[in-house]
């Protein structure tokens, strides 16, 4: 895997990888930024809770769950001094389908966690991760 950031001026930057989509990149104005693209840590929370997101999803789908909607929600701590990193994560899953069974969310989760998610195992060697799941009835 290749990835790339080029400068655009001041604090702001575009990314790029082997896809080709790009994704820009900015700071807080209090530290001389534009305000104008993703912050590097939000992106780190998004790659969690997209990996784990498509291996869960998958997952169900293979299971044969009826699942209408489905969200991840990562709640990262960061340190207070820097580098800021993360100091806890809980990743929230929220499932609404049809008789969506709670084994079969579990167990995905878990496979996700466990053997599946590459973002989940990098980040679990220097930060506590938690996960919580929601299950809701769809109408």
């Given at each position: ?28 104005p209090s ?87 590459p973002a ?20």
């Amino acid at each position: 895997m290749e990835a790339t950031v080029t400068w655009g001026g001041r604090l702001s930057f575009t990314g790029t990888a082997d896809t080709g989509f790009t994704v820009p990149l900015g700071a807080d104005p209090s530290v001389g930024g534009d305000n104008d693209g993703f912050r590097p840590m939000e992106l780190m929370a998004i790659s969690l809770a997209g990996c784990t997101a498509m291996d869960v999803i998958s997952i169900l789908q293979k299971k044969r769950q009826d699942i209408t909607a489905f969200e991840v929600r990562i709640h990262a701590e960061q340190a207070q001094d820097h580098p800021h990193v993360f100091t806890k994560v809980l990743v929230e899953y929220l499932v609404t389908g049809h008789n969506v069974q709670q084994a079969a969310v579990e167990r995905a989760i878990e496979l996700s966690e466990t053997k599946y998610c590459p973002a989940q195992a990098m980040l679990h060697k220097a930060v506590s991760i938690e996960h919580t799941y929601q299950i809701r009835e769809a109408e």
